[in-house]
T-cell receptor, first 113, second 115 residues
């Protein structure tokens, strides 16, 4: 069985500050890991994904995440927050890639001017 | 451009009626589509996996007779909420997966409000 835990339902940062959204997963097999962003009343947009290979994954909009197997973590970071980054972020895990993806509860990011 | 479309984007219906939501894969043929449900300020919950040409696979706790799924072609899956009740009001999102299944592409969602 797989599961995802996102630490912190809400995160607030100042514009220009570092963004760190935490995600820990549980999986009995090598996981595929994803971060999605959702703007109000919209579907999900893929930010980045880890399947195999390099553990530091770069995504769109300046986001990146690092897969740490020893810590079962896949935290999302961005060096400098922008007002447009304010949204809901979901971490997700699957075992065979895109099949039967399990989502975390989500973290709402607020960016203060 | 969009990879997945959903129609309608919003629907309001009376309690007891049935509502059909369409999910179309625009860029590729999708043998597998997924239907999710999202309550306000909550995460996505997988409802069912829609397989082209065969019966859908429902997650535990999802009533298959209430949420009818038809995947009649490689580009279209439909979700019909039968005899809708106010508690069925939610945001329904579909997604499609390529054959390599590395990534899911999500539709824009359908907001259902049952009065």
């Amino acid at each position: 069985a797989q599961s995802v835990t996102q630490l912190g339902s809400h995160v607030s940062v100042s514009e220009g500050a570092l963004v760190l959204l935490r995600c820990n997963y549980s999986s009995s097999v090598p996981p595929y890991l994803f971060w999605y962003v959702q703007y109000p009343n919209q579907g999900l947009q893929l930010l980045l994904k880890y399947t195999t290979g390099a553990t530091l994954v770069k995504g769109i909009n300046g986001f990146e995440a690092e897969f740490k197997k020893s810590e079962t973590s896949f935290h999302l970071t961005k060096p400098s927050a922008h007002m447009s980054d304010a949204a809901e972020y979901f971490c997700a895990v699957s075992d065979t890639g895109g099949f039967k993806t399990i989502f975390g509860a989500g973290t709402r990011l607020f960016v203060k001017a | 451009g969009a990879v997945v479309s959903q129609h309608p984007s919003r629907v309001i219906c009376k309690s007891g009626t049935s509502v059909k939501i369409e999910c179309r894969s625009l860029d590729f043929q999708a043998t597998t589509m997924f239907w999710y449900r999202q309550f306000p300020k909550q995460s996505l919950m997988l409802m069912a996996t829609s397989n082209e040409g065969s019966k859908a696979t429902y997650e535990q706790g999802v009533e298959k007779d209430k949420f009818l799924i038809n995947h009649a072609s490689l580009t279209l899956s439909t979700l019909t909420v039968t005899s809708a009740h106010p508690e069925d009001s939610s945001f329904y999102i579909c997604s499609v997966s390529r054959e390599d299944q590395e990534t899911q592409y999500f539709g824009p969602g359908t907001r259902l409000l049952v009065l």
